[in-house]
């Protein structure tokens, strides 16, 4: 009978651990669930799948790739642009990554309070964010909001790094 209880018992922790789980993650870019939820069909927006496409995005933003100040992303070579791949990224750029700072602080927060690895797409979308919170810390005008993004820069940095190594 012992076994039987501890079976049941360690189910039910698992399904409450995933649950939690599974809220902290849709909890952390609450902007894809709503793109999900405008779309037809059942859509996870993400960029890569592959190596290859982890390859195509480090060449995308070592080409040129800018945010504008109207949220528009915009990549400089052309033929990059032009491809199916990169309007995914627009997409996810321009409608998932967070741009003001209370948006990034709050994606701070949550990320601090996440447990385990981040999936795919939060991983993806929290490192398009970092170089989002680049470029916005190099042209703000302003001091303090210059000095605001670079804290919210070295927090997903961190954050980036403790999802690679496990370590702090």
């Known amino acids: 009978m012992l076994p039987w209880r501890m079976a049941i018992v360690g189910l039910f922790y698992f399904c409450i651990r995933a649950g939690v789980t599974q809220y902290h993650n849709k909890a952390l870019f609450p902007a ?3 793109i999900k939820r405008g779309l037809t069909s059942v859509v996870i927006p993400t960029f ?3 190596f290859k496409d982890v390859h195509l995005l480090f060449e995308i933003l070592l080409t040129g790739a800018t945010f504008e100040a109207s949220g528009e992303f915009s990549v400089q070579d052309a033929e990059l642009a032009s491809l199916r791949k990169t309007r995914s990224l627009e997409v996810i750029c321009e409608e998932i990554v967070p741009k003001k700072l209370s948006d990034v602080f709050r994606l701070i927060a949550g990320l601090s309070r996440h447990i ?3 999936r ?3 991983f993806e979308r929290t ?3 970092l170089v989002y919170t680049s470029q916005a810390m190099v042209n703000s005008s302003d001091e303090h909001q210059r000095r605001m993004w670079a804290e919210s820069f ?3 940095y961190k954050a980036i790094q ?3 190594t496990g370590n702090s």
Request: proline fraction near 0%; aromatic fraction near 0%; glycine fraction near 4%.
């Open 127 to 129: 490192l398009l964010t």
């Open 32 to 34: 894809a669930s709503k």
């Open 116 to 118: 385990g690895h981040l």
């Open 48 to 50: 890569h799948s592959s």
């Open 162 to 164: 403790l999802d690679l």
């Open 120 to 122: 795919q797409e939060d």
């Open 154 to 156: 070295v927090s997903l």
